[in-house]
């Protein structure tokens, strides 16, 4: 993620500081490693930098970054407002796409225990960050209800160029799993 960060902001020029620190600490407490809470990660954000001494101003816009960053369902509206935190939430949807991101959602779906796929199941599109919570199906049916819709929910001009190879690569990967699930190759 800040990799893609400090790639995105080359082009798009916000601070290199706030921009930085938001994609080291953007996942720091992770809600769905917290009991599902959407806030522990801003408080455990702000306190450590609170701790290094760090400005109010910027703890308030990194706490803002951590806050809005995760990605909330397919039909739930984004509330970054920062360029910086525009960025930042670009370049952490462009992990979750093209080969990094197929190895994420596999290592997480076999962390939870979900199956690889269920010919059987339903692709959901959730409406609310709850709904989204509760997600438990499997991980091919994550590449449809979220990893599909990142290349669309792109903030930034250079993010939005970056998605779609990533993104179309996602698209030729699952055809090819479904292809040989169904013993096509």
Same mark, same amino acid.
């Given at each position: 993620?800040?990799?893609?960060? +400090? ?25 769905? &490693? %917290?009991? #599902?809470?959407? !806030?522990? $990660? #801003? ?13 109010? /101003? ?5 706490? %803002? +970054?951590?806050?809005?960053?995760? &990605? /909330? *369902? ?10 910086? $935190? ?19 959602? &596999?290592? @997480? *779906? #076999?962390?939870? $225990?979900?199956?690889? @796929?269920?010919?059987? #199941?339903? !692709? ?18 994550? &590449? @449809?209800?979220?990893?599909? %819709?990142?290349? $669309? ?11 779609? /190879? ?11 799993? +479904? ?7």
């Amino acid at each position: 993620v800040l990799n893609n960060a +400090i790639a995105i902001n080359k082009k798009e020029r916000g601070d290199d500081f706030i921009v930085q620190l938001g994609a080291l600490l953007h996942d720091i407490a992770d809600f769905k &490693f %917290h009991g #599902g809470d959407e !806030t522990v $990660g #801003g408080k455990v954000a702000s306190e450590w930098l609170k701790s290094l001494k760090v400005d109010g /101003k910027t703890i308030k816009k990194v706490r %803002h +970054i951590v806050d809005n960053v995760s &990605f /909330k *369902g397919a039909k739930v509206a984004s509330r970054m407002e920062s360029l910086e $935190g525009k960025i930042v939430q670009d370049a952490d949807r462009l992990d979750a796409l093209g080969a990094i991101g197929i190895a994420r959602a &596999f290592a @997480y *779906g #076999g962390s939870k $225990g979900r199956p690889l @796929y269920d010919p059987e #199941g339903k !692709t959901k599109q959730h409406k609310s960050f709850k709904e989204y919570k509760k997600g438990a199906d499997s991980t091919l049916h994550h &590449f @449809y209800e979220k990893l599909l %819709h990142l290349k $669309g929910l792109m903030n930034t001009g250079t993010a939005k160029q970056m998605a779609k /190879k990533r993104h179309d690569f996602i698209e030729k990967y699952l055809k090819e799993f +479904i292809n040989e699930w169904e013993g096509k190759r």
